[in-house]
């Protein structure tokens, strides 16, 4: 490296960031804040969503089918990132993320309108997992875009730095979400909320797509791109060369497994996986769960900046593996204490009253069905149905002798057993748990939050507290997740190359991630067991990691495309 290159390098690295530079970060981040907020208003109101195109289905199923359904969009994302990752790479970062904010809008708004399956019947869900779907695809071409065109806009050096503001935008995206739904909840009402006014943050992201829009018409194209297409060294055919040679398709799968994987459910353990806990595991009420929620991600999010910018100082590697390897190793502690400050009776009913499936355990299935057509009607899955809804800790016996389905029941400490083929089943086990010492549904001991200011008591600061470190966690592997990626692949595939990857690991291994936790924890009888699933693939992306991925943060991607040579060279 030349005296004269090596000082430029340093004055570019050291310059403040131009006006230009201060509206391409602006324009996409917050463009990419409203596309995540039009994502996350389904997983934040998804129990409330399933009573309504759900309802011809028990509770317990209708709750599993409502996070299906906010998996399928998820499950579409790495199809969007083909899609939309080719058309950036032929046309364009700035025209393609242009079209996927209007397809993300259009589909929000629309749910906002549709009708639920007691006026149309079977057609409500078919069309809401249609709009999710949409939403997947539309999202799958948005990040890949967004991050892109930053990183590509970013001087040398300062990348880390640059795209760390395009990671805020998911928590701030959820942060926004959670407000709006808190501020219609309080101006309608719980009662008319739930009947109709959840419709409103869905109808009002229309003001936020033209927002978004209107920001996005007024930005350049990426300037790496347009030097691209000026000397014609674009690709004619990005998905042959990205996925086709394995050159290139090697490190698609090397990133997926030693980068996206792992942080993509430390991401939704901390974020959405907390918040599902917290609701249907914990019991906490709704309006004191996004409270909590939202505390946690206003302490936190500005960490994702500052782990952003230390990754151009120490590397992208050591903070995003160190946080898989720290959520890993302290989910287990850090969810119990979750449980025992925001619901102490219940946490010492589940470590104090024993309760026991006795069956044939061959009769019982796993409660997890990705495509949303199976029922779980055995003895054994609605006897385990029923506990995993109370949160209620429990073990599995077998019968002797009797291989009968038929034979189900469940024994609370001593008593007679309760068989889950009585019509009554239901109403005898609460009955029973509550004599055994399970708290009824009013326990005055869970944590309920008067306001937004109600922090400076024990429980919800507690939990206040230990909610920051899970959301500092998912700033550690987040917030560098874009430079790193986007340093693995040369311009003229980059699109393409870096969103395939980052949407199988967090369309896939995240977004199906509180469905497979909770069909575990119903399994297995312990409220903690989901947390197995994100720490170990958290374990597998820091050994393969650490092993496999280069560090680049010192890669200069407009030189290894001027000479012509693999950025990973």
């Not at 979750?338 to 009913?349: F, I």
């Not at 470590?351 to 299935?365: G, R, Y």
């Not at 009607?377 to 291989?403: F, H, W």
Request: charged share 10%.
């Amino acid at each position: 490296m030349s005296t004269a290159y090596s000082a430029t390098a340093v004055a570019e690295k050291n310059r403040p960031m131009s006006k230009e530079e201060r509206k391409v970060i602006l324009g996409s981040s917050l463009g990419t804040v409203f596309e995540w907020y039009d994502f996350y208003l389904y997983g934040s109101l998804a129990g409330l969503i399933g009573t309504h195109f759900f309802s011809q289905y028990p509770e317990g199923t209708r709750n599993i089918f409502a996070l299906l359904t906010f998996a399928a969009g998820f499950i579409v994302r790495p199809f969007g990132a083909i899609f939309f990752g080719r058309i950036g790479d032929l046309v364009g970062r700035k025209y393609t993320f242009l079209v996927t904010i209007l397809i993300m809008g259009a589909s929000t708004f629309i749910v906002g309108l549709l009708p639920g399956s007691d006026t149309i019947g079977i057609l409500a869900p078919i069309l809401l997992i249609v709009l999710r779907c949409l939403q997947g695809l539309a999202l799958g071409g948005e990040y890949g875009g967004a991050a892109t065109y930053v990183a590509e806009h970013a001087p040398n050096g300062r990348r880390g730095f640059y795209t760390s503001f395009i990671q805020i935008t998911a928590t701030a995206g959820l942060f926004l979400s959670l407000l709006v739904i808190l501020g219609t909840r309080t101006w309608v009402g719980e009662a008319e909320f739930a009947a109709w006014g959840w419709r409103i943050p869905f109808l009002l992201s229309v003001v936020l797509l033209g927002i978004s829009v209107w920001i996005r018409s007024t930005l350049n194209e990426s300037p790496a791109f347009q030097k691209m297409k000026t000397e014609g060294t674009g690709s004619k055919a990005p998905l042959s060369e990205a996925f086709g040679q394995w050159k290139n398709a090697k490190w698609a799968i090397l990133a997926l497994l030693g980068l996206t994987m792992g942080q993509a459910v430390v991401w939704y353990t901390g974020q959405f996986y907390a918040l599902f806990f917290l609701g249907s595991i914990a019991k906490v009420d709704g309006p004191t769960t996004n409270l909590l929620i939202a505390w946690s991600l206003l302490l936190g999010s500005g960490f994702f900046v500052f782990f952003g910018w230390l990754s151009d100082k120490v590397g992208r590697k050591p903070i995003i593996l160190g946080g898989c390897l720290l959520a890993a190793l302290t989910y287990f502690p850090l969810f119990k204490l979750l449980t025992a400050e925001a619901n102490p009776a219940l946490h010492q009913a589940q470590q104090t009253i024993p309760v026991t499936v006795l069956t044939d355990p061959a009769t019982c299935s796993f409660q997890f069905n990705p495509v949303g057509t199976a029922r779980f009607t055995q003895p054994c899955d609605i006897a385990k149905a029923a506990l995993a809804r109370a949160s209620v800790k429990y073990s599995v016996e077998a019968l002797p002798n009797n291989g009968a389905a038929a034979g189900t029941a469940v024994r609370i400490k001593d008593a007679a057993p309760i068989v889950a083929t009585d019509p009554t089943f239901q109403q005898q086990l609460t009955a029973a748990l509550t004599a055994a010492g399970y708290p009824a549904a009013s326990n005055p001991t869970v944590v309920k939050m008067s306001g937004p200011f109600d922090i400076f008591r024990e429980q919800p600061a507690v939990l206040i507290g230990v909610l920051t470190i899970l959301v500092i966690y998912v700033t550690m592997v987040y917030g560098p997740i874009a430079a790193a990626l986007v340093e693995l692949f040369p311009t003229r595939i980059r699109y393409t190359s870096m969103s395939l990857p980052y949407h199988i690991g967090n369309g896939w291994f995240g977004g199906l991630l509180p469905a497979t936790s909770l069909a575990m924890v119903a399994q297995t009888g312990d409220t903690y067991y989901g947390l197995w699933y994100p720490v170990v693939i958290a374990l597998v992306t820091v050994v393969i990691g650490a092993i496999f991925i280069p560090e680049t943060k010192d890669r200069d991607i407009f030189a290894a495309e001027e000479s012509g040579t693999n950025v990973r060279a």
